[in-house]
Every structure is written in structure tokens, then in C-alpha cells.
């Protein structure tokens, strides 16, 4: 079931320069919705800026939801202006979430940058279900952690920075290779991985981590987006195992599997 | 509700009469089902699926759309589950509600035209066809067919041969004269003509210098295109005599009532569907008002009703 729905602000505030955080009071979404899932978020009223603006949902806590953006052009930066007590239209929750109904001892939640956000979700539900995982995220700096210093969950991750002091240098991949490396083919084919960032992070997994050999392994991606609903067809990426080479990330994903993806040639 | 008595909206497009004048337009409202947890399709007087072929089209590559806000440019390439699929699973589930279930047909050459008509004839219920010849984003047929008027004019005789259904044309605004485009409709049959499909666009990334589109160019939608959509519809209504269908950046009250005041019979709201799908009862409920507010019993009453013997309006535009 879908809602569009009047959610009040609770609170918004900015984590870094530029990027930010809001919680929304959506009771109707917050009861539907999964890991992995996104918000249509109607930024304005009015038509401009046209578009709705998809964004993964965060956390959900009760009958309130996180949206975390960072600002990169007009509708992003139309929501920093947006106050407590305001409304927002929500049409959500849309796409298919993670899967999590496979009894497994290991849980590897992998982030690039603002890729971190459904992982966030997803982690504090498995840690709700009394489930171990173990959250990674690979950013350039401090300032691209999507999260505010004072946020608990921040001690939690294994975070690499390309640039910064006090985090481990290099790349995301890296411990997370360790991890898998330490494991022997029942441990691999005992382990789910979930993953969400830029095509350089798609790219890296795919090709380093023995991907074919876990037992699970998902990648949540983004695209421009008109409808959110699989009406328009617009937000088309290119992954095997649907009807035609491509599949729409509004409806057939966010989440697909990472082996299936064929990611755009980055030049 | 009690003013239904004295408010009415419908409309006639010949044969095909709605309960009002909003048509949610092809490829903005799937195949008539995915809005339905949150929207009414009742709300509409009738809605147009997306385009359907013989065959299951893959669409464009990615990326197939970009924002020029407030505006969109898409090239999606027509992508659709072909009319073997379409009759099977979809078209029982749309047919027989208030809102008229109109499906949008798009081939390659005449012939797949006469093919999927011939074949959506034995699903009950339809209430008409939106023969699409007027798409920017394909490579064979789309635009070509309504590029040239004799070839328009065939091919919807050639249709209206397999079918006895109400028919219209969906024409672009990309050629010299749209009014040529609808006076061959016109003789070849149609019952409506519906416009203006999506102006040719294109958006480029300066940094890069590269296009947003995979195809480089796209169709050009939204608010921005209202004004060239009321000149074109304006013209045609000056040029045949069939009820027009007004399509092109609506997305209020305001602009129904301006588009059946140039000409048109009815609407459809497409590109704004995506920001606010549920606008269409929205928009009932606003023109409900202006008529109460305006003592009009009647809103087909505004077809045409532009007055242009006074010159142009004076004073302040409200």
C-alpha cells in the first residue's frame, strides 16, 4: 500500500555543510514502510520546481521518518527552507526493499557517502531483531559523513575517508575484503551484502568482492526520477533479469542484485 | 453532493461523452492501474494508457529524462509490455468505471496500426483509441506519420476500417501547419483530435558538454508549453470542425477553462500528474466553484467562447 500524505516537520537541522537532516511526522508511511524503501517528497507547492524529489528513507522511529539530502540544486535547497510545524506531501513508501527474510550469521551494510542512509535503516532493523551486522562507509572526508558528530550511531561504523584525519585511509572496500577474506566458503555463503553510493562504489564491488560467492548481495541505486511509481518509465538503469535489459529504479528497485547491475561507463 | 444538479461538467467528443472534461494524457498514467492506492481514477472523465505496440518495446537507454524546471524533457522511447499483455492482464481491470478507458496505440508501419486496433477490438469495454503519431523519441514511425498529412489521413481510414470505436489523433506541434495534420484526421475519420504531443528539446550538461538525454534530443513538457499548446489548439479549432482535446502544460482549473475557451471540447492533464497525482479531483472540485461563483450551468458551454472582437482584454491580468 501506497499514501500520499501531509507529513508535519518535526525537526530538520544541517549534519555537514550542505548536508541535512529532517524527520517527518507520517504515521501511514512509517507503518508501511521497509529498509530499502524510498519517499517521493514534494518539495513546493506549486510545480516549481516540477519534480518530486526521491530520497531514502533513513530511520523510522514510531510514526516519524528521517530524510537525509545532501543540497544540490534548486529542490534540495528548497527543503532547508522548509520549518518545524510545516506540512510536506510525501507519496511513499515506494520500490522494493531489502531482503531480509534469509537466516544468516553474517551481515555486511557497505555505504558510499550519501549512499548511507537506507543503511542506516537497514542496520537499525536488523539491531532491532537482535541481529549482529557490521556498517561500513567509505567517504572523501569528515565532512561527507552523513551523520551529526553526536549521533551514537556514528561509533558503530568502520568508516574509511580518502582525505581526513582520525579515520582509517583508503577505500571502503578495503576492510570490508578483510572481513570476507578472513571467512572460508561456508562463512562467504553465510553472508549477506548490502550496499548504496555512487557508481564508483558499484563498480569497486563488483569488481573485488566475490560477490557470486556470499549468499546474498544487494545494491540500492538512484536515478533521475519523474512519477516514483513506474508509470513513466523514466528512471530506466540498465540491469539483467527483467523482461527487457532495463529495469526501472521506482518500481523493479531501489534494490536489485549487485551482479545484475550494469553500471554506466564512467569516463 | 447537491450542486452536481446545477453544475454540470460533462462534455462530448462526438460519440464518446465524459462526466468531464479531464483525460489524463499516455504516458502519464501508466496503464491506467499503478496511482490507484492513491488516487481515484473516477476523478477523471477518462484517461489514456500509455502508448501500446504489437510487440513489447524495450524504451531508450538511460538516462531517458532530465528536469528543465519547471519543465521536463523525456525520452523514453515508447517502452510498453505490447498488446498480447496489455489485452490479457490489463485492459479487464481498467474497462467499465466512470473515467473512459482510452488506449494509446503507437506502431512502426500502418499495417501493426490495423493489428493491435484488430486485436483490442476483442477486449470488451474499451471505450476508444488515441492513435499516436506524433512522438519525438522513436526512430520508425512516431512523428513521421503525422509529418506527412496523406499519410495520416490513410492510416486512420485504414483504422477506422477495423474499428467502429471512437477514434483520435495525437498530433505534434513540431510541423509547419498542425492544422493540415488535423484536417487529414478529420478526412480520414477521426472523431477528436487531441494536442500538442511534446515539443522537440534538449538539455546540455555545460561542464561536461555533453547532452542529459542518451538520445541528445527529447519531448519538451510541463507548464512551460501552455502557451504554444493554446496557440496550436486556437488554430485548429479555427480549421476543422471535430471536438479538439487541449493537452500541454495544465495543471489547474484556470487552465481547463482557457484551453476550452481557445477551442477545446476536453483536457488532459499529463506532466503534472507526476508532481500531484491526485490533482485531477482537486481540479473537479475548483471547477465546480468557478462555475457556481460564474451563475454556468453548463462548462461545455466554454468551447470556443473566445471573444476577439473587442481586441484584447484591458486592464491587469488576474
Known sequence: ?267 | MASSHTQDLGVSLGTLKLHNPLIAASGCYGYGVEYSDVADRNDLGGFITKSISLEPWKGNDPPRLTEVSPGLLNSIGLANMGVQRFSDEIAPQIVGGKAKAIVSVACKVMEEYEEVVARLEDVEGLDGYELNISCPNVKEGGMAFCLNPSLTEELVGRVRKRSSRWITTKLTPNMTSISEGAKASAAGGADAVSLINTLVGMAVDWKSRRPKLSTITGGYSGPPVKPVALAKVWEVWNAVDIPIIGIGGISNWKDVVEFMIVGASAVQIGTALYADPDLPGKIVSDLEDFMRSEGMNLLSELTGSLNTDGGAMVGVPK
Open chain 1, 1 to 267: 500500500m501506497k499514501f500520499l500524505e501531509d507529513a508535519v516537520v518535526h525537526s530538520k537541522r544541517e549534519l555537514r555543510p550542505g548536508i541535512w537532516s529532517m524527520w517527518l511526522i507520517s504515521p501511514d508511511i512509517c507503518r508501511e514502510a521497509q529498509p530499502g524503501q524510498f519517499i517521493h517528497v514534494k518539495v513546493a507547492d506549486g510545480l516549481d520546481p516540477l519534480l518530486r524529489r526521491p530520497l531514502s528513507i533513513s530511520r523510522v522511529h514510531g510514526d516519524q521518518l528521517e530524510l537525509v539530502w545532501r543540497v544540490v540544486g534548486q529542490g534540495t535547497h528548497r527543503m532547508t527552507q522548509v520549518s518545524a510545524g510545516e506540512t510536506m506531501n510525501l507519496l511513499g513508501p515506494l520500490g522494493k526493499p531489502f531482503t531480509r527474510d534469509v537466516e544468516v550469521s553474517n551481515r555486511l551494510l557497505v555505504g558510499g557517502g550519501l549512499g548511507l542512509p537506507p543503511l542506516v535503516y537497514l542496520y537499525e532493523w536488523f539491531r532491532g531483531q537482535g541481529l549482529d551486522a557490521t556498517l561500513f562507509l567509505g567517504v572523501a572526508g569528515r565532512d561527507d559523513i552523513p551523520l551529526a558528530d553526536d549521533d551514537p550511531l556514528l561509533k558503530d561504523i568502520v568508516i574509511t575517508a580518502e582525505n581526513s584525519e582520525g579515520f582509517r585511509k583508503g577505500l571502503v572496500t578495503e576492510p570490508v575484503l578483510e572481513m570476507l577474506n578472513e571467512m572460508d566458503d561456508d562463512g562467504l555463503s553465510d553472508t549477506m551484502l548490502y550496499s548504496c553510493g555512487p557508481w564508483g562504489l558499484v563498480n569497486a564491488l563488483q569488481r573485488v568482492i566475490p560477490h557470486d560467492r556470499l549468499k546474498l548481495a544487494q545494491v540500492s541505486l538512484e536515478q533521475q526520477m519523474a512519477c516514483g511509481i513506474g508509470v513513466c518509465q523514466g528512471c530506466a538503469v540498465k540491469v539483467d533479469g527483467g523482461e527487457t535489459p532495463y529495469q526501472l529504479v521506482c518500481h523493479d528497485g531501489p534494490v536489485f542484485p549487485l551482479a545484475d547491475v550494469h553500471p554506466p561507463e564512467l569516463r
